[in-house]
T-cell receptor
């Protein structure tokens, strides 16, 4: 299967700081999504971004499919941004996602 | 907007018992995925269905089985439960693919299974 590596594994930020999370994957994919898992366990869709750049408020994401990586940018972080951020990819011709091991973000007030 | 509905939200079972988890996908979504997430782990793919047929299979134990029904809802049946089956079980759904691209998948809130 596809290997998905996320970095950093843990991140502590002061409220208001910016951060960049990275997702590397080992093979071509036709779907890439970023999720935020909140403390209650809910997986919240952030971006569906198999290629290109998208922005949603303080969050933005870029996927460079030819180089097999994606970046998630969080600006002006807030305590409610705390949780685990997962990158998940789907290979061509398969109905399944491979998740990375996540980045655990803790934003301190 | 309608979301993926999973039931029950919490379930406590004893070892060797059986459990059935249900998933109701977003209307018009024909693909359903099941994932298992242990404590502190990332979600692991179990099985998926497309148009009521099994599509792909992951690390699903033989004690587990699943199906997708004519109304597109899906059920995950788990028998001879073990302590290690305690986890958060997610169901996700997506629309039919568009050309070479899979479409966005949306996850339900999960069923937290505790085996005692």
């Amino acid at each position: 299967g596809i290997q998905v590596e996320q970095s950093p594994p843990d991140l502590i930020l002061q409220e208001g700081a910016n951060s960049t999370l990275r997702c590397n994957f080992s093979d071509s994919v036709n779907n890439l999504q970023w999720f935020h898992q909140n403390p209650w366990g809910q997986l919240i869709n952030l971006f569906y971004i198999p290629s290109g750049t998208k922005q949603n408020g303080r969050l933005s994401a870029t996927t460079v499919a030819t180089e097999r990586y994606s970046l998630l940018y969080i600006s002006s972080s807030q305590t409610t941004d705390s949780g685990v951020y997962f990158c998940a990819v789907a290979p061509y011709n398969f109905n399944k996602f491979y998740f990375g091991s996540g980045t655990k973000l803790n934003v301190k007030p | 907007a309608a979301g993926v509905i999973q039931s029950p939200r919490h379930l406590i079972k004893e070892k060797r018992e059986t459990a059935t988890l249900k998933c109701y996908p977003i209307p018009r979504h024909d693909t359903v995925y099941w994932y298992q997430q242990g404590p502190g782990q990332d979600p692991q793919f179990l099985i998926s269905f497309y148009e009521k047929m099994q599509s792909d299979k992951g690390s699903i134990p033989d004690r587990f089985s699943a199906q997708q029904f004519s109304d597109y809802h899906s059920e995950l049946n788990m028998s001879s439960l073990e302590l290690g089956d305690s986890a958060l079980y997610f169901c996700a759904s997506s629309l039919p693919g568009q050309g070479e691209w899979n479409t966005e998948a949306f996850f339900g809130q999960g069923t937290r299974l505790t085996v005692v």
